[in-house]
């Protein structure tokens, strides 16, 4: 069994706890470990946060939630026993620097530490351009399960 989910979010700060809680009670009712569903939502919260912050004023009209604001996507895949997020927004794109796991620099005082903290939080990271359309961040992390859970690979 497997479930995914997908969200459009207009890019405002009260949109990031609204994708945290979902994923949060999606991982408790499919029985995730707790400490992996925390970590995970951390993770998903720096990237929407991320999203909120650079993801829009030049992007396409793709970039955009029914009412015409703004807005980012959020899709999460538990399967089997792995968790896959993606956060794609219209922005402008990461720097070409982004991605490197060098950790946090001098430069990034005030930004970047989330992007950092999402490496040091996920299994697997992928932080890419789409020309023209924004950036995708993807993040994986190998699931844990408590007992008797519903999803639990065997």
């Known amino acids: 069994m497997s479930i995914w989910w997908s969200l459009h979010l207009r890019r405002e700060a009260a949109s990031v706890p609204l994708a ?9 009712t499919a ?4 400490d992996i569903s925390y970590e995970l939502s951390v993770a ?5 946060a991320n999203a909120v912050e650079h993801g829009g004023a030049d992007g396409p009209a793709t970039g955009r939630v029914p009412d015409g604001t703004e ?3 959020v899709t999460a895949y ?3 026993d792995c968790c896959r997020i993606e956060v794609a927004d219209s922005g402008p794109g990461f720097p070409a620097h982004v991605g490197a ?3 946090p620099s001098e430069g990034m005082r005030e930004h970047g530490r989330g992007l950092c903290l999402i490496e ?5 990271v ?3 351009n789409r020309p023209g359309q924004g950036a995708v961040v993807s993040f994986d992390k190998i699931l844990k399960w408590r007992e008797g859970a519903l999803l639990k690979v065997s």
Not at 21 to 27: I, Q
Not at 31 to 34: L, Y
Not at 44 to 48: D, K, M, Q, V, Y
């Open 120 to 124: 040091e939080l996920a299994d697997h």
């Open 78 to 80: 538990l399967d089997g």
């Open 101 to 103: 796991r060098s950790g």
């Open 44 to 48: 998903l919260t720096e990237a929407c």
């Open 20 to 28: 945290r809680r979902l994923l949060l009670g999606a991982m408790e």
């Open 126 to 128: 992928r932080f890419r």
């Open 71 to 73: 807005g980012y996507h």
């Open 31 to 34: 029985g995730v470990d707790p």
